[in-house]
């Protein structure tokens, strides 16, 4: 279901929710997929395995440990820039007459931006930074959007509470 969200400035943005499996997927395929947890057995020859202690200095357990920080950055950064990509459709800017969905020609990501490589598993990194640095710049603006791409999974503040006190003192 689509919407169309009139920013503060008169910019109007089609978007629409983005399914949580479509992420999943998308990150399976991009290769973004956490690592399994290296087993020891618990006793030499026996095929009897358990999990390696945190603490654990036996050099899978280290792998395993820059594998999974690795795989958590890649994550973070998918996930930061995919549900803008996949929720906004287009926009049509205050004056134009049609709605688009890139960047104007003359438009350039902030040199910050550019210099942390900060989309780098961005599908399109040009149009997630336009969209969010540039089309979403206030927070009114950027909450509104966000409220319509992340439909039925944010909680509100009373079922949080309520989660909170459901726990014993």
Same mark, same amino acid.
């Not at 395995?49 to 603490?55: G, L, Q, S, W």
């Not at 040199?111 to 989309?119: A, E, H, K, Y």
């Given at each position: 279901?689509? $919407?169309?969200?009139?920013? /503060?400035? #008169?910019?109007?943005?089609?978007?629409?929710?983005?399914?949580?499996?479509?992420? +999943?997927?998308?990150?399976?395929?991009?290769?973004?997929?956490?690592?399994?947890?290296?087993? &020891?057995?618990?006793?030499? #020859?026996?095929?009897?395995? +358990?999990? %390696? *202690? &945190? !603490?654990?200095?036996?050099?899978?357990?280290?792998?395993? $440990?820059?594998?999974?920080?690795?795989?958590?950055?890649?994550?973070? =950064?998918?996930? =930061? /820039?995919?549900?803008?990509?996949? #929720?906004?459709?287009?926009? &049509?800017?205050?004056?134009?007459? &049609?709605?688009?969905?890139?960047?104007?020609?003359?438009?350039?990501?902030?040199?910050?931006?550019?210099?942390?490589?900060?989309?780098?598993?961005?599908? !399109?990194?040009?149009?997630?930074? %336009? +969209?969010?640095? *540039?089309?979403?710049?206030?927070?009114?603006?950027?909450?509104?959007?966000?409220?319509? +791409?992340? *439909?039925? =999974?944010?909680?509100? /503040?009373?079922?949080?509470?309520?989660?909170?006190?459901?726990?014993?003192?």
């Amino acid at each position: 279901m689509q $919407k169309i969200v009139t920013l /503060s400035n #008169g910019t109007e943005i089609e978007c629409q929710p983005v399914s949580v499996y479509l992420a +999943i997927d998308v990150a399976h395929v991009l290769g973004i997929v956490m690592p399994e947890a290296p087993e &020891k057995s618990i006793m030499p #020859g026996s095929a009897e395995k +358990i999990a %390696y *202690e &945190k !603490d654990d200095d036996a050099p899978e357990w280290l792998a395993y $440990k820059v594998k999974l920080a690795e795989y958590e950055e890649r994550n973070d =950064r998918f996930a =930061r /820039s995919f549900p803008w990509y996949t #929720g906004v459709i287009r926009w &049509k800017l205050p004056g134009s007459k &049609k709605f688009v969905s890139t960047p104007p020609k003359d438009w350039t990501m902030p040199p910050i931006v550019q210099s942390l490589n900060m989309f780098t598993l961005a599908l !399109d990194p040009e149009r997630v930074a %336009y +969209i969010k640095y *540039e089309l979403l710049a206030n927070s009114a603006d950027l909450n509104a959007v966000f409220n319509v +791409i992340h *439909e039925g =999974r944010l909680l509100s /503040s009373t079922e949080v509470d309520d989660a909170v006190n459901s726990f014993p003192n």
